[in-house]
């Protein structure tokens, strides 16, 4: 396990880019649930897509500890929006969303753990092509691994079909299993448990996500 590297008095940065229905506002959501129950102070917006592929969304979260808010000696002041070169996890719940912040250059060698689901939901231009259109998924992986320090990649979709829930609760999962963010695994899991919204599914998809 390979954990974000953490420099005292800077917030550790997450980029999620998520679609419609795939959870990422609840992703977002229970990261900063953990975090601040772990004592950290932490903060999330988003900024909504357009409906080219049902409302892609990107959600962005700094979280800080309490020990280098109290060493400063004043409340910090956390961003509203991903900065190219300034990420440091990125979460993009299917194969192209990944490739999409590694064109907006949020995914950087020495810095960022890129985790990305590979299966595909395809694009307006992809369906309605004639013939073939469906864009090559090889391309996006070869930037993957060239682009990140750390990618990880696998169809997490399938895990939360196969679970009954969602991917968030799979890219949470899978966030735990790479040792990313400096949390527990009963932290994660404890998150789920504190959300009451089908519980038992989301603990599923999460250990199948964490295992892999």
């Known amino acids: 396990m390979n954990p974000v590297a953490l420099q005292q008095g800077a917030p550790i940065k997450i980029a999620i880019l998520a679609m419609g229905g795939q959870g990422g506002g609840v992703l977002a959501d229970w990261i900063v649930d953990m975090a601040e129950h772990a004592g950290w102070w932490a903060q999330t917006t988003s900024v909504p897509g ?3 592929r ?20 004043r409340p910090p002041a956390l961003a509203l929006m991903p900065t190219p ?10 194969l ?4 999409r912040a590694i ?9 960022t753990v890129l985790i990305s689901s590979s299966h595909r939901s395809y694009a307006v231009s992809e369906k309605s092509a004639p013939g073939n259109g469906i864009a090559d998924p090889n391309k996006v992986l070869e930037a993957g691994r060239a682009a990140a320090r750390r990618f990880l990649c696998f169809d997490l979709q399938a895990l939360a ?4 829930s969602v991917i968030s609760a799979g890219l949470f ?18 998150t789920i448990r504190r959300a009451g919204v ?8 999460f250990g199948l996500a964490y295992d892999a």
Do not use: C, K, N, W
């Open 50 to 52: 357009v409906a080219q």
């Open 54 to 73: 049902t409302g892609a969304t990107i959600y962005y979260l700094e979280i800080l500890p309490e020990a280098d808010v109290r060493r400063a000696g």
């Open 85 to 94: 070169g300034d990420v440091d996890l990125v979460i993009a719940a299917e």
């Open 96 to 99: 192209m969303e990944g490739g």
């Open 103 to 111: 064109q907006r250059g949020l995914v950087t060698p020495g810095r």
């Open 161 to 164: 079909d196969r679970a009954g």
């Open 173 to 190: 999962g899978a966030v735990a299993g790479s040792g990313a963010l400096p949390f527990a695994r009963d932290d994660y899991e404890g």
């Open 198 to 205: 089908g519980v038992d599914a989301s603990l599923r998809a």
